[in-house]
């Protein structure tokens, strides 16, 4: 069946670029599909970063855009995350996720990592 | 963007009783594009409803979505002991994909 696997480091520092990865197993992504990423701070609630569709077109949230990069790499299945210039808001657990109807959708989901941000 | 709002806040119930949890949204979400997910603790939410009405492969028959426009409900006919956790409805209408900021589910 279709995995999603976040991995990147569980520490940044303020105004340092995240960097997340979310590997695919059980499906190629190159084939279809919506990969999302949706982060959730410590006893909050979930906020839609964006997504990426297979053919590499990106949704980004308003709220985030201008620091926000959503990629895809086919040769490895994989996606990935860009953050950049962090702060202590930005300390989350980040879920990578597939969607399959709209560019919003998140059906299925990883099991998240944590981020903090701290010097 | 969509503004989705759940109620009640926080719903004590005990097994075997029927849940109802709502899901309001500031404005018509087109294609009944509204999914429903449970969150236990430590763990990702796992999508039980979408489309509105649709129960995701594996969900049992308990939980059933209704509702279109702006109203949604999300209902448990008997609660089981791992029913017992956060719940989140999501729009994926209209770019921002938003959720609700959430019904606990909790044991009277």
């Known amino acids: 069946q279709v995995q999603l696997q976040e991995s990147g480091p569980g520490l940044v520092k303020p105004s340092e670029t995240l960097s997340l990865t979310c590997a695919v197993s059980?499906?190629?992504?190159?084939?279809?599909?919506?990969w999302g990423w949706i982060r959730q701070p410590p006893g909050k609630g979930l906020e839609w970063i964006g997504s990426i569709h297979h053919s590499g077109s990106t949704s980004y949230n308003p709220s985030l855009k201008s620091r926000v990069s959503i990629s895809i790499d086919t040769s490895k299945n994989q996606f990935s995350l860009k953050l950049s210039s962090v702060t202590a808001a930005d300390t989350a657990v980040y879920y990578c996720?597939?969607?399959?109807?709209?560019?919003?959708?998140?059906?299925?989901w990883g099991p998240g990592t944590l981020v903090t941000v701290s010097s | 963007e969509i503004v989705l709002t759940q109620s009640p806040g926080t719903l004590s119930l005990s097994p075997g009783e029927r849940a109802t949890l709502s899901c309001r949204a500031s404005?018509?979400?087109?294609?009944?594009?509204l999914a429903w997910f449970r969150q236990k603790p430590g763990q990702a939410p796992r999508l039980l409803i979408y489309g509105a009405s649709n129960r995701d492969t594996g969900i049992p028959d308990r939980f059933s979505g209704s509702g279109s426009g702006t109203i949604f409900t999300l209902t448990i006919s008997r609660l089981e002991p791992e029913d017992f956790a956060m719940y989140y409805c999501?729009?994926?209408?209209?770019?921002?994909?938003?959720f609700g900021q959430g019904t606990k589910l909790e044991i009277k």
């Open positions: 996720a597939r969607g399959l109807s709209t560019a919003m959708a998140t059906g299925l």
């Open positions: 404005q018509s979400v087109s294609g009944n594009y």
């Open positions: 059980g499906y190629s992504i190159s084939s279809g599909s919506y």
């Open positions: 999501q729009q994926y209408a209209i770019s921002p994909g938003t």
